[in-house]
Every structure is written in C-alpha cells, then in structure tokens.
C-alpha cells in the first residue's frame, strides 16, 4: 500500500504540467498580464523625431487611445533595474531603455539582462549633461557618439539606433545630426515626474493620472529611481484595470558606432580589468537574474511596420551647415568641457575656416535626409 502511495506521489511529481495556453507558458501570472498589444518596428532611416516634448516638427503620433510606450531612462542601476525587470515579467510586457553610456560601462551585464529579457536598448549619452544644447556642437555630438559606443560595447550586441535627449534639451543643429545618422530621436508624451516624486503611491497615482489625460502616449520613467521601482507593479496594474494596451517599440535597423571612440573604450575597459587580475573582485550589489521565460516568444503580437518619410527639420541655413560631424571632439578621449582662451577660440575658428566635411557624414540637413 504504501509502495503503491510512493509511486502515486512519484508518479504525480514526474508528469508533465498540463499543456498551457501561449500565455499562461510565457507568464508566471496570466492573470495580472498586461502584455504587448503590438509590436511598432520603426525604420530609423530618417531620423524622425516622436513625441510631444519638442519645438521642433515631429512625425504624427503613431499610438492609438489607450496606447501606451514604456520607457526608462538614466540607468542601469541594478538595485532599482532589477526589481522594474522583474515587475515587467511578472505583467508579461516589454519597455524601451536609454541607457547612459558611463552607467552601462559600470555595470555591462544589467545591460545585456535587460536586452535579453526582450526589451529594446537605445542611448543616452555619455555622461548625462542637461546642457547639451549649449555645450559646443563638437563636445554635444562626443556625446551622443560616445553614449552610443559605450551602451553598445556594455550591451556586447547591436543596439537600437533609439536617442533621447537629457532633460529633452534638444537644439536643430543636434536632431539634424541624428537625422544624418539615422538616428530615431524621442521625446515624450507623458512625464511621470518619478525624478522629484518619492513617493510610490503619490508617483503611481500621479502617473495613471496624466495617462488618463493624454489618453496614453510615450510614457518616461527612470530606472535609477527607487520610488519608480516600488510604483510600477501599481502603475501596470492600474493600466490593466482601465483597458490600457501596451506598444513595444522595434527597429530592424542598426547605429554603427564611430570606430574610434569604441576602441578608446575597448582599451580602457581592458586596462581597468587587467589592473583588477588577482585582487578581489568587488562584491556585486544584486544577485544574478534568471533566465526570462519571456525573451524569444513563438506566439509574437501584430507588427506595424513605421518608415517615416525624410523631413527638413532645421530652418536656419546657419543651423544646417552646423551639422558636420565632430571631427575633432570624437577623437579626443574625454567628454569633460575644456575651458579655452580667446586665442585658442581664435586659433579654432582660422582652423575650422580650412576644415573640410567628412566623406561619410553629410555636411547639410538636405543631404542627411537623402539617406547617406
Ligand atoms: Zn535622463
């Protein structure tokens, strides 16, 4: 009897669980699941510009009511990108990160985890300065430049040629220049304020709200917040309750980092690791994620495929002829302004006066649109 009662229990440990739907497969709680309605594939060719947080002309929107993006800036941070990934999962749905290039050297491996539970990379710029319009064009682009072939390098894959500006401080002359590098710039539609709310409730309620009165849209978080990173399963649930969808966003194209700066970064990452051979490695402040049952889905939601036409975006011929590539700042090895002296301002411009563009890089707005 008892020998008979093993097998049973044995038996019953052993069987396989009963075959479950897509969902139920994908999700550890099928019922709380917000999901992906679907799935927006933007082909970046253009450098168009979304979102409702700019002066400058924007693609139409391209969300439905109800629709909403998710987004995270400034990180990773992995005490709070851990906790927002796993909320995430648990509400079986996907976001879109912009990643600071300095955050994503520190801590390359939260990179790939948030890539490989399915989710969309783009960047954020190197060092995260909220004056980049007023930076210089040169040190702006560096930026930009090095912010990309930090996240890539970090990321150990292609990224997504996504962008957005710190602070949403964009300027002509550096949107024209993503535009030549065909570089998708977004802003947002929805602020959630999570950056001066420290509140979980208070930021999850005034959330929903400003959702509620955009109707959706692309909404902004940041994933170096703990007060975002308690509020989220709160914000999910609340956007289940009230019918809202969420839109993962997509790209089959690709930025190629500039060579020069990924090497700078390859070099000093090397250095830095060969220097820690044999000390003690630094204890990891968060413990390894699991694998997500959620990356690599069979059952994909519907595809809307977006290739925005090209746009004269800049106006001003001075602004356009601004758009030559950051010759000089690229090759220097840091992003930290330099104080210069009227004679060395003089000796730039005389400089600049012989300086010719790049062959890879189109020197006018109406040439970046071309498609170079
Ligand atoms: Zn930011």
């Known amino acids: 009897m008892t020998r008979i009662f093993l097998v049973a229990v044995a038996f019953l440990v052993a069987a396989p669980i009963p075959f479950a739907s897509a969902t139920e497969k994908r999700c550890s709680d099928p019922d709380a699941a917000l999901g992906v309605s679907r799935i927006v594939e933007i082909d970046t060719k253009a450098g168009p510009l979304f979102g409702d947080f700019s002066k400058y002309e924007r693609e139409p929107r391209f969300l439905g009511p109800k629709e909403v993006v998710l987004t995270f800036d400034d990180g ?116 959630s304020n999570d950056s001066y709310i420290s509140s979980p409730s208070r930021l999850a309620k005034r959330t929903i709200a400003e959702i509620e009165r955009n109707n959706g849209g692309i909404v902004l978080f940041h994933d170096i917040k703990r007060s975002t990173a308690k509020a989220l399963p709160a914000i999910l649930a609340q956007l289940k309750k009230r019918g809202y969808k969420v839109v993962h966003l997509r790209t089959k194209s690709q930025v190629t980092p500039i060579a020069g700066i990924t090497d700078q ?54 602004e356009a002829a601004a758009t030559a590539p950051p010759q000089s700042s690229i090759s220097g090895d840091d992003a930290t302004p330099v104080r210069r002296t009227r004679r060395s301002r003089k000796r730039r411009a005389r400089k600049k006066k012989v300086s010719t563009a790049s062959p890879e890089v189109p020197s006018t707005i109406s040439s970046a649109v071309r498609g170079y």
């Not at 968060?286 to 959620?294: D, W």
């Open 76 to 191: 990773p941070m992995p005490r709070y990108t851990k906790p927002i990934l796993e909320a995430l999962d648990k509400f079986c749905t996907k976001a879109t990160f912009f990643y600071v290039g300095r955050m994503a050297t520190a801590y390359p491996s939260m990179v790939k985890e948030v890539m490989g539970r399915g989710h969309t990379m783009g960047s954020h710029t190197w060092s995260h300065p909220l004056n980049l319009r007023r930076r210089g064009l040169a040190r702006a682009k560096d930026q930009i430049e090095r912010g990309i072939a930090a996240v890539e390098l970090a990321a150990g894959q292609p990224i997504a040629p996504f962008f957005r500006f710190p602070g949403l401080s964009d300027s002509g002359p550096l949107l024209a220049y993503l535009q030549s590098r065909g570089i998708a710039t977004f802003t947002v539609d929805v602020v």
């Open 265 to 318: 970064l390859e070099k000093k990452r090397d250095k830095k690791q060969a220097s820690r051979k044999g000390k003690p490695k630094p204890v990891p402040i968060y413990e390894a994620i699991a694998p997500s049952t959620l990356a690599g889905d069979d059952d994909e939601p519907s595809l809307t495929e977006l290739a925005p036409e090209p746009r004269q975006r800049v106006k001003s011929s001075a």
